[in-house]
């Protein structure tokens, strides 16, 4: 596990470098302007949030065609960006993770995390980010409003080089409380199929041994590379509990039926985001909001 004390120094000194640079230069693509907000009809807990500048001022979408992806340092990748865009690199076990800016933010402190961002690995989860994911949330206290979320290729992925995306989401989502079913022994679970979206989860808790905590990693590492193998899109969403009586972590998976490969922004482009509950909407989208709110 990371040491408590450094996971929030890091995290408070990640929301103030973020802050300072969107209120004191042109980094960001866009100023963040979420111009408003509402939890959808019906029964589940959907969020919305509209963003238009998101779908018309963001960098255009790589397309990635392969779930086993090769790097291409010819196009554009996080060995590329400019210097004021790296917010911190932090040391972990024999890796280094980058959290870097996104540049076209969905939410406050929206950043990126990057393992080993010189060794140009593609957009395909290793077992030392899923490790170095889940003891940073786990030993985050005091602020359950940051969630991780990944898309692989076919899966709505931008960039063929290996992040994770870091969000800053206050409100409850749907996810967050969706009913589990036990799938099997070990804390592994899938959404109860009342549902709207399909998903397998882990749980962590934060008093499981260190033996416990690297075989649950390692069967949802084997569980991702299967996916790859055969050829299935996926998005992850790891979420800390929000009972506060509780120290979990829950990793979602959502295994995907369809490979998009093109992203059109005036459609409705579903990722991690929108599988776990919390819709980001602009351009077209934004526009029909308005009219039928």
């Not at 490790?131 to 692989?152: K, P």
């Not at 998009?260 to 579903?270: G, L, Q, R, T, W």
């Amino acid at each position: 596990m990371i040491p408590k004390d450094k996971v929030n120094h890091y995290i408070g000194e990640v929301m103030t470098r973020w802050q300072k640079l969107h209120e004191t230069s042109n980094t960001f693509a866009y100023q963040l302007n979420v111009q408003d907000s509402k939890y959808l009809e019906g029964s589940n807990c959907i969020y919305s949030e509209l963003n238009p500048e998101r779908t018309t001022l963001r960098r255009e979408p790589q397309v990635i065609q392969s779930l086993n992806p090769v790097f291409e340092d010819n196009k554009f990748n996080f060995k590329k960006i400019p210097q004021q865009e790296l917010l911190m690199i932090l040391p972990y076990d024999t890796i280094e993770v980058s959290i870097i800016i996104n540049k076209s933010p969905l939410t406050l402190y929206h950043s990126l995390i990057c393992p080993d961002v010189q060794n140009g690995l593609a957009q395909r989860v290793t077992l030392d980010t899923l490790r170095f994911c889940r003891d940073f949330l786990l030993s985050l206290e005091g602020n359950r409003s940051f969630r991780i979320g990944y898309n692989s290729p076919g899966a709505l992925a931008s960039v063929n080089h290996l992040h994770m995306h870091l969000v800053n989401i206050e409100k409850d989502l749907y996810i967050d409380n969706a009913e589990l079913d036990i799938l099997c022994e070990g804390d592994v679970y899938r959404l109860n199929s009342s549902m709207p979206t399909r998903a397998v989860c882990w749980i962590f808790n934060q008093m499981d041994s260190v033996t416990q905590m690297e075989n649950k990693t390692r069967k949802l590492y084997e569980f991702l590379e299967w996916l790859c193998t055969e050829n299935t899109p996926h998005n992850i969403f790891m979420t800390p509990d929000r009972v506060k009586s509780q120290k979990r972590l829950k990793m979602f998976v959502y295994p995907r039926e369809n490979f998009c490969v093109v992203k059109d922004f005036k459609a409705f482009n579903i990722g991690f985001c929108e599988m776990s509950g919390y819709i980001p909407l602009g351009g077209m989208l934004f526009l029909y909001y308005i009219v039928n709110k």
